[in-house]
């Protein structure tokens, strides 16, 4: 028994120097050739992290195109869903409420949440209803507003980077 | 539709070839009994449990923990350490919240490696056994899947992955000041390596709590791709090498196409009741689409369903959208998945699982007939049967029996998140997720309780390890007896007829046990809320 004890203590040894000490440094080594999203793809202004492409900020002013909603409040450092049924009543509240705020017709995007709360995009749809808000807010024609989205849009799933996008109009003016 | 076929048709394919690998890497004439395999096998799984429990319970005095993650309770210690010992990957924590980076790569990740090499060195052994070799010894095979099998493929797939956005930094939480000057803490971390034998090893644990629905495990449509057919690769060679290690390709197409009808069966029930817009919406001003609560933009329409069924076919358990949200009958998908456990199944175990329901149908045929029933040449009786249906009866016993339980006792009928039939679905899920080792939840219920981690964790090790041991008794009763040949009355095991036997079984006997729960979760919360 004692042999059989020492041949399993020496495999996992053997096993766990080479799968997380080696794999992990040859993955980890691999990183430096794309240094840039190894770091989490990371967004800076004047030297400062402003966030991540891939992570949704949250963005209330009238300047700005939102996001979709977050079941966790954007946190970074605690994601998550909603969890709720599709047939569940606060699904029904939230959707009431973003359509009170924003009116009707809206994409279904604009009224679910997503599965990570942290979805980076919108739909197209979404970005071309925002469009309106955005171009009176900033004073300035919806034609030019549609074509930073434009620029901005994945042409084969239909998705706009909302952050992208909102940096965009930011250098625009 | 085309986004869907072409991920099955390519794993379908690469597996063609992974098989014959896996194969030349496996193949031995290794001596050895069952009784010594079995025995290296349960010494090395006892290592593997108290060296994650010991990691897991220290980790707040362990180096890399850069966000100075504090100690864990030790019911949640037991149930990580049993999860991801059982290959099950079931998380009662939040990785972003609640694991160093020592724990992830040192416990966790360790663990996704070895614990999927145990299942394809059982099925390596079984396979040996019945093709008339010796059974081998189990380090050996456990150590040569690790290296020459998983560890190169996931070191490809973690490559892929860096290139398409997915991080690999030892650097912890960084703090953002956004546009609009509010500050936003991003957990990052070593996720390249996790998330590729996350996928591979039908692990399923993921670095984030969101699991790849999470935008750092999963950023776009390419990383989605490589993902979901990461989960079904290997499950599938297993089939292949099944057959070339017993000699039986034929009989292993069969099985092959079996498998693949299920789960295209699964895959077009899911695509199509997930296309149905969330119930809550119906008669407000919203432009119609399908249901998207749960669901992440960048990876396309089909994406959700194809993986929802695909992580539950075989014991993987990730997930790139939200399963307590999906429609109530595309939930239904998932836990029929899980019920199977075998429409290819986890690395090694799927085939392992495959091999209890094919010899349950070998033997009633034998029995319609009237003759004793053989299995590649030898005869299966009372002894083996007896193994094979007590592995079969495990699974039900412990989804059912925990379901019931939970439903009626506080400690789970308070911790459903929605009401009704779907709290009722919540709990079952649970069940069914950990009993199948699958590792996937509907995430809402809150299951990070001393009950839940006590109750599933039990589940898990005794679904893991029953229905492991006793096909490999099975197969070594098997093995003892002299192969009689061929008449005009054996039935062959290659044949179409062969496989509509086999489809009938898994249909009959896997899925008619579980009606009943179907009824009262997923389908009724379907009457009341879509039927107005």
């Given amino acids: ?173 | 539709m085309v986004f869907v076929t072409l991920i099955i048709g390519i794993s379908a394919v690469l597996s063609w070839f992974l098989g014959r690998y896996m194969t030349y890497i496996m193949d031995s004439s290794e001596q050895g009994t069952w009784q010594s395999y079995l025995k290296q096998f349960a010494v090395f799984n006892v290592i593997m449990f108290a060296v994650s429990f010991a990691v897991l319970a220290f980790q707040q005095y362990l180096p890399l923990n850069p966000d100075g993650k504090g100690a864990l309770t030790a019911d949640l210690i037991f149930n990580t350490a049993a999860s991801f010992t059982t290959n099950t990957n079931l998380q009662h924590y939040s990785g972003e919240v609640s694991m160093s980076y020592f724990s992830q790569l040192f416990a966790l990740m360790w663990l996704q490696f070895v614990s999927a090499a145990t299942g394809i060195a059982v099925l390596t052994a079984i396979a040996r056994g019945l093709g008339g070799k010796g059974f081998g010894n189990f380090y050996k095979d456990m150590m040569r899947a690790t290296f020459y099998i998983l560890l190169p493929v996931s070191f490809v797939v973690a490559v892929l992955l860096i290139f398409t956005g997915v991080p690999m930094t030892f650097g912890g939480t960084v703090e953002a000041h956004t546009i609009e000057g509010a500050l936003q803490n991003i957990a990052r971390g070593p996720a390249a390596a996790f998330i590729a034998i996350k996928q591979l090893g039908s692990n399923g644990g993921g670095f984030f709590g969101p699991n790849s629905a999470h935008p750092f495990e999963n950023p776009n449509f390419w990383s989605n791709a490589v993902e979901t057919m990461s989960i079904i690769i290997i499950p599938m060679s297993c089939v292949w090498m099944f057959g070339r290690l017993t000699g039986k390709m034929r009989h292993a197409a069969v099985i092959f196409g079996v498998m693949l009808l299920l789960l295209v069966m699964k895959l077009s029930f899911a695509a199509y009741f997930e296309s149905a817009p969330a119930g809550a919406l119906a008669g407000l001003d919203v432009q119609t689409s399908s249901n998207l609560e749960g669901k992440e933009l960048r990876f396309g329409t089909s994406a959700a369903p194809l993986w929802a069924v695909v992580t539950t076919s075989t014991s993987n358990g990730s997930v790139n959208n939200m399963h307590d949200s999906l429609n109530p009958l595309t939930g239904l998908v998932p836990l029929t998945g899980m019920w199977l456990n075998e429409t290819f199944g986890g690395v090694g175990v799927g085939m392992i699982n495959m091999l209890i329901y094919i010899l349950t149908g070998v033997f009633i045929c034998g029995m319609m007939v009237g003759r004793t029933p053989e299995y590649l040449g030898r005869k299966v009786e009372t002894q083996e049967m007896k193994l094979v249906l007590l592995a079969l009866l495990v699974h039900p016993l412990c989804i059912l029996g925990g379901t019931a339980l939970f439903t009626i006792m506080p400690w789970g009928a308070e911790t459903v998140h929605n009401t009704g039939a779907h709290g009722f679905t919540e709990i079952l899920y649970e069940f069914t997720s950990s009993s199948a080792n699958n590792g996937s939840g509907f995430e809402g219920l809150g299951d990070n309780t001393p009950a839940w981690n006590i109750a599933t964790g039990i589940v898990m090790l005794v679904s893991r390890y029953v229905p492991i041991v006793l096909p490999l008794m099975a197969a070594g009763s098997l093995a003892a007896k002299r192969i009689s040949p061929d008449t005009s009355g054996t039935l062959h095991t290659d044949t179409v007829l062969f496989g509509a036997v086999i489809l009938g079984s898994i249909i009959f006997i896997g899925a008619l046990l579980f009606m009943p729960v179907a009824v009262l979760g997923p389908v009724s919360e379907y009457m009341a809320g879509a039927l107005k």
């Fill in chain 1, 1 to 173: 028994m004692k042999s059989d004890i020492i041949q399993g203590v020496k495999a996992a040894f053997i096993t766990m120097a080479v799968c997380c000490v080696l794999y992990t440094g040859a993955v980890y080594a691999v990183g430096f050739l794309a240094k840039e999203k190894a770091e989490g793809s990371l967004i800076y202004k004047d030297g400062r992290v402003v966030g991540s492409r891939l992570i949704a900020q949250n963005f209330k002013g009238e300047r700005y195109f939102h996001p979709r909603p977050s079941a966790v409040d954007y946190n970074a450092a605690g994601a998550g869903g909603s969890n709720l049924s599709p047939y569940s009543k606060e699904i029904r509240e939230r959707a009431e409420k973003i359509i009170a705020e924003n009116g009707s017709g809206l994409p279904a995007d604009m009224v679910t949440a997503s599965g990570s709360g942290l979805d980076p995009h919108i739909s197209l749809d979404s970005a071309v209803f925002q469009a309106e808000r955005v171009a009176k807010a900033r004073n300035t024609d919806k034609n030019r507003i549609i074509a930073v989205i434009d620029e901005h849009t994945d042409s084969y799933l239909k998705i706009v980077n909302v952050l992208e996008l909102n940096m965009a109009l930011d250098r625009v003016e």
